[in-house]
């Protein structure tokens, strides 16, 4: 039934060490966004995915990328994680764009760096 | 500029009792509005949306929000919470139509026994 999967839940990483965060959806959906969401915080847009078109925000370090292979995966890639990127990362998905349409959250993976 | 406003960072309320968690938006246009409900260690969970037509919109888990021009607000409201209410809750606009939504700071409701 979980239409929003992420992998792994829980993703322990050291100061520097690449890691890579999946997400899948059973959905078929157009969107898929990535969120950080730092303890106490709301939920921060790094990027999402319309299709294959990639719209990154602004404020977005380098250090984050994404790749969406096809429709169902998506993936965010912290090149070389800092202190200050110990978080839970949330995707969502939504059929068409979150103004209009319901966005499909999975249950997050959260990182530490250590 | 456009935003969304969540007055209260913490709520407490007995279970039983009822809620009404604020909500208000800057924005010059009729928004798209929406609440959403996060549970600890999980992701959001959408509950009621307002898009235009009846001001007063229906949720799931017993919720309901009403939308106000005049007070720019888009307040959820329960009439009897449980304790497996206890959670955050976010309300969230496009506010530009665009592909993406911008979160309020969250209201973490606590329950008392």
């Known amino acids: 039934d979980a239409m929003v999967i992420q992998n792994p839940r829980y993703q322990v990483t050291q100061f520097g060490k690449p890691v890579t965060l999946s997400c899948s959806q059973t959905?078929?959906?157009?969107?898929m966004y990535w969120y950080q969401q730092k303890s106490s915080q709301a939920p921060k847009l790094l990027f999402h995915?319309?299709?294959?078109?990639?719209?990154n925000e602004a404020d977005t370090p380098d250090n984050f990328q994404s790749r969406r292979p096809n429709t169902s995966f998506c993936f965010l890639d912290i090149r070389s994680p800092g202190l200050g990127d110990a978080a839970m990362y949330l995707c969502?998905?939504?059929?068409?764009?979150?103004?209009?349409?319901?966005?499909?959250f999975g249950p997050g993976t959260r990182l530490t760096v250590l | 500029a456009q935003s969304v406003t969540q007055p209260d960072i913490h709520i407490t309320v007995s279970e039983g009792a009822s809620l009404e968690l604020r909500c208000n938006y800057s924005?010059?246009?009729?928004?798209?509005l929406f609440w959403y409900v996060q549970s600890p260690g999980q992701g959001l969970q959408l509950l009621l949306k307002?898009?235009?037509?009846?001001?007063l919109v229906q949720g799931i888990k017993g919720f309901e929000a009403e939308f106000k021009r005049s007070q720019s607000s888009f307040n959820l409201r329960k009439p009897s919470v449980h304790w497996s209410d206890a959670a955050e809750y976010f309300c969230?606009?496009?506010?530009?139509?665009?592909?993406?939504?911008?979160f309020g700071k969250g209201t973490r409701l606590h329950i008392l026994p």
């Open positions: 969502a998905t939504s059929r068409e764009g979150a103004a209009t349409d319901t966005q499909y």
């Open positions: 959905l078929n959906h157009n969107v």
């Open positions: 995915y319309y299709d294959k078109d990639f719209n």
């Open positions: 924005y010059g246009a009729t928004p798209y």
């Open positions: 307002y898009f235009s037509g009846d001001t």
């Open positions: 969230a606009s496009p506010l530009n139509r665009d592909d993406k939504i911008i």
